[in-house]
């Protein structure tokens, strides 16, 4: 199993590594500029988050990544900046949240089959968001807050997930654990 | 998997010997787990080839020179002592931006080690980064949170080579690192002080009067609360400690009107530096070192607050 990180210039890129290697997994970070003949092999993509505006300029600094989300075949999990310009790719609309969060957010799952399954009802994670994405066609709502309507997303079409928070802190509850539903379907 | 710290060991120090060969190098050490961790890591893998060295900046904890030669003794290493307090004064007189201030220390740690290294006959530097200090510093996509002096800071034309073993390691696997090399657990387990050191905990300019300031407020505020922890009346935070203000607010001495600084005490718990969450620290607890810092330190402080903020949005240190 190995594992490509989409390096979107998160502080917590690194995190997602980490918590890869603590799961048995093979992992490498790679910059936006790397050609998708390189990734092509890995078992699985994980785009992280980052600074970047996606609805507001930030998506043209996101090197081949739009590449790799018309041709990578396997699974693909992104990340809050990297969430958000999977949706924006799909038709949907990123700009600047409604509820900014940063921090502790109380997470309510509304769909139990796949990222989240075995998991609670609500638990605490963190975020660290300006921005969110909405209205992405195609797209079913995972989990969303009180402040915000989509904290995680699925594609219906292919096995594409994304999370507005970040499952790779460790003040986020159950974290390790939505890493592993992902990986588990990577290996499916 | 996770983190095996006896792999780890064995291979950083055959790509320490590696890299170094048979040339020399020096260590800067500043007494916190990771660069104690990195000393006694280069001083297995290069035996009499590497130099310690502890830069006094004068901006440094209460006795602190003092307690970490002692304590790295007790782990086989050696401590050259560098006296370098006016140095980084005068470098610093007059900045008060973070950023500025962060890479006028950068500068000189490296100019110090620059004339240890020639010395010593040294062509490499070793130092103690772990993977928060490259991240926050930033890097192409990545924003700069803070430039930390041992990587941001850094000047762009220095003599040395620089080693890091512990690049892509966070603090609590550092610690797995200290205890598995069988250091002291004071040593691996000590709470995080930044590079910068009290620097980062006087905002605004700094001055020698504004570093003993909020040397001794920190010394309180660490005193308070590894007593009350020590009582079973609270948890050890992960790192605590207090900052000085550059605001000052009336107050009443004895009667008479007082217009004095503020300091923040903050209190949070983390385990890797990367998320953080402020201290629920016992009322009581808090009151006591409002009390004793602003008697002990009545001249200069009559007030005291403490930092309720997470981590996002605020970094645990204040700049």
């Not at chain 1, 799952?109 to 009802?121: H, M, N, R, S, V």
């Not at chain 2, 909020?214 to 505020?221: E, F, G, L, S, Y």
């Not at chain 2, 992960?238 to 107050?251: D, I």
Request: hydrophobic share 40%; aromatic share 8%; charged share 25%.
């Amino acid at each position: 199993m190995f594992v490509s990180i989409v390096d979107f210039g998160s502080q917590w890129t690194h995190r997602i590594h980490r918590t890869l290697t603590y799961l048995d997994v093979e992992s490498k970070i790679i910059p936006v500029s790397t050609p998708f003949s390189e990734i092509r092999k890995s078992d699985a993509l994980i785009i992280s988050g980052g600074a970047l505006r996606i609805g507001i300029g930030g998506a043209e600094q996101t090197g081949s990544t739009k590449e790799y989300l018309e041709k990578f075949e396997g699974p693909i999990l992104g990340i809050c900046a990297g969430q958000q310009f999977i949706g924006l790719h799909f038709g949907g609309k990123a700009q600047p949240a409604a509820g900014p969060e940063y921090g502790k957010v109380e997470l309510i799952i509304d769909d139990k089959d796949e990222l989240f399954a075995g998991l609670p009802d609500k638990f605490t994670v963190w975020a660290s968001h300006n921005d969110e994405v909405v209205g992405t066609p195609g797209f079913s709502i995972l989990a969303h807050s009180k402040a915000c309507s989509n904290h995680a997303f699925k594609s219906n079409l292919r096995p594409i997930y994304g999370c507005l928070f970040h499952p790779e802190v460790e003040h986020s509850e159950h974290g390790s654990e939505i890493y592993a539903n992902f990986l588990r379907i990577a290996k499916r | 998997m996770p983190f095996d710290a006896d792999k780890f060991i064995e291979k950083s120090v055959s790509a320490m010997r590696a890299t170094v060969g048979a040339g020399k190098a020096i260590i800067g050490v500043s007494g916190g787990a990771d660069s104690s961790v990195a000393a006694v890591l280069s001083a297995r893998a290069l035996g009499k080839n590497i130099l310690c060295v502890f830069v006094d900046t004068g901006l440094m904890r209460q006795d602190e020179a003092a307690k970490v030669k002692a304590s790295l003794s007790k782990c086989g290493v050696e401590l050259k002592v560098v006296d370098a307090g006016e140095e980084f004064f005068s470098a610093l007189a007059g900045l008060s931006e973070p950023e500025e201030k962060r890479k006028a220390i950068g500068e000189r740690f490296i100019r110090v080690f620059e004339r240890e290294a020639k010395s010593f006959g040294a062509k490499y530097l070793v130092q103690g980064t772990i993977a928060p200090d490259w991240i926050e510093s930033g890097s192409g996509l990545r924003a700069t949170i803070k430039s930390h002096h041992n990587v941001g800071g850094l000047p762009k034309k220095m003599g040395m080579e620089v080693v890091e073993p512990l690049h892509e390691l966070y603090k609590d696997e550092v610690r797995h690192v200290g205890a598995a090399l069988k250091l002291p657990v004071e040593v691996y387990n000590r709470q995080p002080f930044p590079g910068p050191g009290l620097a980062v905990r006087i905002i605004g300019e700094v001055t020698s009067e504004r570093a003993e300031i909020v040397r001794a407020a920190c010394a309180i505020a660490e005193e308070e609360m590894e007593t009350a922890a020590k009582g079973g009346k609270m948890a050890l935070p992960w790192q605590y400690f207090a900052v000085l203000l550059p605001v000052k607010t009336v107050g009443v001495l004895g009667d008479a009107r007082a217009y004095g600084h503020t300091i923040a005490v903050r209190a949070v718990e983390s385990m890797d530096g990367m998320t953080a969450k402020a201290c629920a620290v016992p009322p009581e607890v808090l009151e006591r070192i409002s009390d004793r810092i602003t008697r002990e330190l009545k001249e200069h402080v009559n007030r005291v607050v403490y930092d309720v903020t997470s981590k996002p949005p605020g970094t645990i240190e204040w700049e």
